[in-house]
Structure formats: C-alpha cells, structure tokens
C-alpha cells in the first residue's frame, strides 16, 4: 500500500480496495459498494433516519426520472446541473416525446407534486426525506467522494413563512453536525457558503465542513434555504390564515455516501482503515492462537466470547482461517476493525487474553473474566480518541493568522518545499466576488464556509485589504 | 369511494389515493410513494431485512446503469427484458458510445462482477442482497402492482455445487412465506412455476402467490435456481478443492412494492384501507370527543395514554383536528387503523373508553386502568383475526374439482352470471405447454404454481385428459 505521505490519492484507492470497501465497474464513474462499504452507509442511515423522524420527517419516494421542461423552471438549478445529466431518451423500443433527466437532486419533482399536495395553511408545513440514488456525470471521479452514481438522502420542506423554513435549515444542519461528530468522529465547521459556492437555486446555502488528512476540505452536508424560487417555478401556493394567497418557503438538504470517504480520509493511517466503533461493520476480531489439540480448548473459549458479546450488541467476528496469526493481524488491521482480541492457550492458563487498539496500537493483558466489560469501555474510548484525535488534527492545520494574499501565497509554497500539509486558512473577505475568485485562481484554495463561529474574526480582506465583512474558511477541496 | 362488488379496481384506485398512499406524477407509469404508502414498505424491508442478515446475506449496491452489451450474455434473459427497457442514450451533453439500460433486475451486472470476486471455493457462497429501484416500461399500469419504476430487494448468491444453490433458492422462498404471512397477514402457496412462467433465464422459478378479493392472483414473491445459466454467460468460474475450475451456481430472489398492493387487495373493504396491525403506520387512532371546558381534561388524558401506549412502542397518533367526531371515525376508518379509541368527559366520569376494531367494526368498553393492555392484546388479535379471515377467503375461492376445461369454462361463465368471483382452480397437468396455453386462451386463467402441498393430487390434464405430472393452480393475475 501506497503511504499517505507519498501519494494520499494513491493510497485512498489502494486501501479502500484492498479492504474490500468498494469494486470500479465498466460503467464510467459508477462503483459496486461492496458489502462493508455499504454496511458504513446502512450505519450512517440509522443514525440520521432516526434523528429526522425525531424531528417530525418522513420518508417518501419519487420517480427518479425527471422531465427536461421541469428544469427550465428554476433559471439557476437548470444551469447548474444540466451540464451533468444522463438522459433516457427511449424506452421499450420507442423514442421518448419528452427526454427523461436521471435525477441530481429532486428540487423539481417535488416542487411539481408540492404544488398539488398544497392548497391551505393547513397542509403545511411538509416534512418529507427521500433515501435514493442520484446521478452527476462528472468528469473527474473518485470513489465515494464523487461518482457518477452516488446514494444519499434528500429532505424537502415546505412552510408557510421564511422564519420556520430558516430555523428548519439551520435544525437539520445541526443534525448533520450531530451525526457527523458523534458517529463518525469528524469533527465540522457549521457554516454558511459565500454566493458563489452556494446550491443552484438557493437563496443561502449553509454547510458542515470536514478537514480530510491531507488538508483538503470535504463538503459533508449541505442545507438550503430555497426562498419562494421554486415555490414560484412550480407554483407552489397556499391559502393562508388572512385569507391570501401566498407562496411557500421551502428547503432542502442532503448527505451522500461521500461521507464514507470523508471517514476514511480523516482517520485512516498507512496501515488502512481505522474505523469509528459506532459504525464499523465489525467491531471486535477475535483471532484464536495456537494450533493441535489445545486449538479446540481455545476454540470453545473463542466461541464462549463471541456469545457474549452479541448478546451486549456488539459486532463480533472470529477469523478462523487457515492463516498466520501475524498475517491476520495485518489483515484486520488494514480493514480498519477498532479491537483486536488474541486468545491463545497459555493466555487461557493465564486466565487472560491480549487486546489491541487499532486506534492507538496499545496491546492490553486482560483478565479473562474483565474481557466483556473492558470491550465495551473500550469501543467508547477509542471513539472519542478518534473524535478527539481529528480535532487536533484540524486544529493544528487550521491557519488563521494569514492575513493576506501574499502570505497565503508563501505558505503554499513553503508547505510544499516542507512537504507538509498547507491546510485550511481563516482570511478576511470583503464580500466581492472577484476577491473570492482571485484567492482561488492564485492558489487554488476555495472558500469553505463562512464559519458561525469562527476562532477570532478578520478584520481585512485577504485580497484587497479593504474592509471585512465576513470571516471564511478557505482551503483546497474534493 | 366505489364499491369493491361493483368495480374492484376502481375500489383500489379511489381507496389509495384518498388513504394518501400514492401520488400519480407526469412521468409515465412512475408514481409517488407517500409518507403513509412508502412507511408499509419501510416495515416490510425490516421485516425482510432482518431475516437476510440472520441467514448470512449482507447488503451492497451496483450500479442502475447496465451495458447493453451485458444483455446480450444470456439469451433468454435478454429476449425477456429487452422489450421493457428504457436506455440512456446521451449524458453530459455527449451521445454515449454504448447504450445504458436502466436496469430490470441486476443479473447481468452482478454477475460480471462475481466473475471477478470469485477466484476458490474460498470465495464461495457469495450471500449479497441490494435494496434498489428498477424498471420496467411497462404498456399496462397499476400502483403498487405493476409501475415502469419500482422499488424491491433482489438476493444474488452464488454456490460452489447445485445442492446448496436449490438449497439457498428454498429458503429464501420460505422466508418470503413466513414475512407475508406474519407481517402482512397474507396467507399464500408455496409452488414452482411451470417452464412457460419462469424468469428469463433461470433452470427453476418458486414463488408465493397470494389471492385478492377479486379472486386474482398476486405473484408476490419469487426465487430462482439460475444454474449454471448466469455463469456461463458471464464466466463465472472458481477452482475447486480438487483443483478443477468449475462454475458457479447462482441464485437469485425478489420481493418488492407490489407487496403494499397485494396487502390492500387482500384486506381492504368498502370502508377503505384494512391494514395489519405489524405494518400499520398508525396502529391506533385517539379520538378526543367534546369541547368547552372539559376538552382540556380530556386532552390531558389522553396525552397521559399516547405517553403510555408510546413506551409501550405502539405507534399512536392523536386526531385534535376541529371536525366531527363522526368525520374523524370515517376517516381513520378508511385509512386503515387497526384501533379506535374514543374518549369523551362521560367515559372519563365513568372510568372508561371506547375502542372500535377496524378488523371487525365492533366496539368495546374498557376499563381506563385497562387500557393499555387491552390495546397491546387487541393489535395481536387483529393481527391473527386477519389472516384467519384471508385464509378462509382464499379456501372459499379455491375450487379443487373441476377436472376438465369444459368445466373449468362453465364455472367462469356461471361466476360471471351470478356476478361471484371466479377464484382458483386446481388442475391436473400433463406437462405440455400447449395444454397450459389453451387453459389461458380459452379462460384467460394461467397457471400460478405447482403447489409444494396441494390440498389434493389431481390424476388428468385439465385439457387433453391424459395423465396428470403435475397438480396446478389456476387463476386470473395481475
Ligand atoms: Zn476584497
Ligand atoms: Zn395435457
């Protein structure tokens, strides 16, 4: 495998397909989640499902094939997604009247049955996620972070004024931010995106952002809030309270399957994948030792185990194949699994068995009838040391005393003569496009967010030395 | 809504869309799952996927876009699904060099990527599952039954010896059996279909077919032995314990969407929506009676029992809308809901309420104290109620001795005159196809399966009279 500080690229592929995580197809772009991969997004489904139905969400679906004229009605959707649709253009041997776009996100549809579901205050507001695939025909792909195919969930809401619809944005970014933390370990920056970065569509468009090990950011969630621009390009009205007819405001927001590679990215190391105990398919190995008659001894013990750490709920696996112990330690060390535990039968005489720590690589000696209980604490202490680890990262890596596009010029080219990380950089803007652009065209480093609660705000703009009006996060980015 | 006796589909069509199950959309054939409609499907997957995973299978997902080259692998596979298929044709504003369909079922794809994960019978079985939508455009449509989008589960395994394959392909079926019995208190026949009713491509096929209450058949459920069919197409090969390279034997196993309809078809009444108690959405419906100053008293009481029933995991919902209460009892009615509770400040003097059975129309005073338990009783009865009652339908539909085709005609015509449904036949077959096509010429009756346990084993051929290989099912279906 490819080291991290060799190629990181490289060595994201060579680890995610050596851990079985994904397969490349002959359809460009398009993967096969294979099954760990996808047991990584079943997780991240469960945790967010929850959280949305919590909040009053629930769950439809719509057909995936949108017609061409339905994009024409929101100006700025139609330009931002239609250089990147697929389009079914017949069907059971017949040309299409109409073609059928595959579905980048479902602004459309919806506003077309919102507009029909919708006629009096009473009918608001709606709360509806839809789990689906959708399609982006991008240029430049890489897997789980941008393919052709990818799977996310999409929420749509409708209310009756902007002040619910902004507080449901900002509720559901909140839960972004909650699972994103709390499952994944990736700690974010909430918040809000300039207007050149924002969705095609949106009036603001607000994000949790996440810093990769190679300093890159990962957009891991995104919440808009829409306006009446699709209530109006789809009609969407409703007969209010006073009697008039108004127009609705709606949201939208998402997460995809990009945040499985967000979570490899940020934790993984040279040896592979190092996995969140929430979500990892498999949190615990058990690697029986030792060989001849004593093997069946450890065996029964092994499965002993195993009996009672599913009934706690923990997902346990034991590697019982005809391998060395140094070569399955290697093995399950690259898949990523939290806990390693090694029985062999002189540790049974010693009543104890040896534990280790993907996240750290400490080996533990641990009473036998200890093993269940220091499992458990363990699997929270190693996700909160992986949490805790990415915030030091990210904050080791987050620069926010370059003030200027000349400064932020020399670090690049110091970062790279260093062959270190260039990270993320806390600059002063003044609110001009061009200053935004200019930042992006000199170093390639694009505004992340506009952060709501920066570490200390900007006085200057980076570029022009004028006035801030906002302090933005900017850094490279997938 | 119109009457079941007077237009069954009409009765269907009004019923789900005034129950807020489905949308139409402008897209042909696709429709909307709303949330009440799509939340049936979310407990039917639970239900299923539950069960996938304690018999081995994991979940991963391929690719919806499949090569039309992919097609071409397996003849009969391509002559069944090639007239429903819509292609894209074009993506990103470039004409695509070879066409993509949208995928009808993933043998194809999944096959070829087996041919490269599977090396050894260490590789082997491969147990995988996908949770997708698919599509098949199709000229007729009917929510739920038959749409060009639909959703589904579809297990693809593969097997190093024939034996354990027919093995997987059975137990699949029998799980199948046990979720639409249990869950959505469908009884069905377990069966194999004949050659002329098999999947494209498959040696055998095995369904589950339940009967409406029009005495159509539903095929609800269907797993294949797909040989070696698949593996020769794709080169699926692996090398053996004794060193030779063999190919694989796959399976394949789907339920879909069309089990929300198949549970309408089979419980609904002129009221509405029947629904299980085990799926129901809302398994019991609080109707606060009377205003003024008791409402509150009321109100607050019946907080007190959502908390309750809630800890209880029951799914409640209260109806504080300013209607009737008689509006509110034909509504909830006609959605479906297993339970009606009635509260009103008399019930309250007396320590009592109301419950009204949707299963059954009757009403019950309970004891306040009662309640709960009362509640939690009630949905397991229903539950049980509902199947008994599908159960006699089906036994009272299923006719065993008509022998011959002339009988078989002259029971359609005098079901027609007395306006009964026609319902099942059981009937001899000699095994010639031709015997099989002149029962649905003349009758439009096909066959559904070859039961596992027919009630009784018949001796001729329903049309020429020879001697029987086979005891069948015969009936109309959608
Ligand atoms: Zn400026
Ligand atoms: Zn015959």
New interface residues.
């Given amino acids: 495998m490819t080291p991290q500080s060799e190629d990181f690229s490289r060595w994201y592929i060579d680890t995610i397909k050596k851990a079985d995580l994904m397969?490349y197809?002959?359809?460009r772009g398009?993967?096969?989640?294979?099954?760990d991969?996808?047991?990584l997004?079943?997780r991240i489904q469960q945790a967010m499902d929850k959280r949305f139905k919590e909040t009053g969400h629930?769950?439809?679906?719509?057909?995936?094939?949108?017609?061409e004229s339905f994009f024409e009605k929101e100006k700025e959707h139609v330009e931002g997604f239609s250089?990147?649709?697929?389009?079914?253009?017949?069907?059971?041997?017949e040309k299409l009247e109409e073609k059928?776009a595959?579905r980048p996100t479902s602004e459309t549809?919806i506003g077309?049955?919102y507009s029909?579901?919708i006629q009096s205050y009473r009918d608001l507001p709606v709360l509806?996620n839809q789990w689906?695939?959708v399609f982006r025909?991008e240029?430049r792909t890489m897997p789980f972070l941008r393919t052709s195919?990818f799977?996310w969930q999409e929420g749509h809401t409708a209310h009756a004024d902007e002040e619910e619809a902004r507080h449901e944005t900002l509720q559901m970014l909140e839960i972004y931010r909650e699972v994103i933390e709390q499952e994944l370990a990736i700690p974010v920056w909430m918040g809000q995106k300039t207007p050149s970065e924002k969705f095609a569509g949106a009036v603001d468009t607000y994000s949790v952002e996440a810093m990769m090990k190679d300093g890159k950011a990962v957009q891991a969630g995104t919440s808009h809030y829409l306006g009446d621009n699709f209530a109006k390009g789809f009609d969407i009205k409703f007969l209010d309270r006073d009697n008039k007819l108004k127009f609705v405001h709606t949201t939208s927001w998402g997460t995809s399957t990009r945040l499985i590679g967000s979570m490899i990215m940020v934790h993984g190391d040279d040896k592979g994948l190092v996995l969140p105990p929430r979500v990892a398919p498999t949190q615990v190995i058990m690697i029986p030792i030792g060989s001849g008659k004593k093997r069946e001894i450890v065996l029964n013990k092994v499965d002993d185990f195993v009996t009672d750490l599913k009934r706690e709920e923990v997902r346990v696996r034991t590697d019982v194949r005809d391998e060395t112990p140094g070569w399955k330690f290697n093995e399950w060390e690259m898949r990523g699994v939290p806990i390693r535990v090694e029985i062999g039968p002189r540790d049974l005489e010693n009543n104890q068995v040896i534990i280790a720590r993907r996240d750290t690589g400490e080996k533990l000696t641990v009473p036998i009838d200890q093993l269940i209980e220091t499992v458990k604490g363990l699997l929270n202490e190693i996700q909160t040391n992986m949490y805790n680890k990415a915030l030091q990262f990210k904050a080791a890596h987050s620069h926010v005393h370059i003030d200027t596009l000349d400064e932020l010029n020399k670090h690049v080219i110091k970062s790279e003569q260093d062959q270190v990380i260039a990270g993320w950089v806390l600059a002063g803007w003044c609110g001009d496009e061009t200053c935004e652009a200019k930042v992006k065209e000199e170093t390639s480093f694009t505004s992340r967010n506009i952060p709501f609660e920066p570490p200390l705000n900007k006085e200057t703009c980076i570029t022009c030395g004028q006035k801030a009006q906002h302090t933005v996060w900017f850094s490279r980015s997938y």
Same sequence: chains 1, 2.
């Avoid at 629930?58 to 017609?67: D, G, Q, S």
């Fill in positions: 397969d197809t002959p359809v398009c993967i096969v989640f294979k099954p991969g996808y047991e997004w079943e629930r769950n439809a679906y719509f057909p995936m094939l949108i017609p250089p990147e649709l697929p389009w079914v253009t017949e069907a059971a041997g059928l595959l549809m077309h049955m029909q579901w509806i689906a695939n025909w240029k195919e799977l």
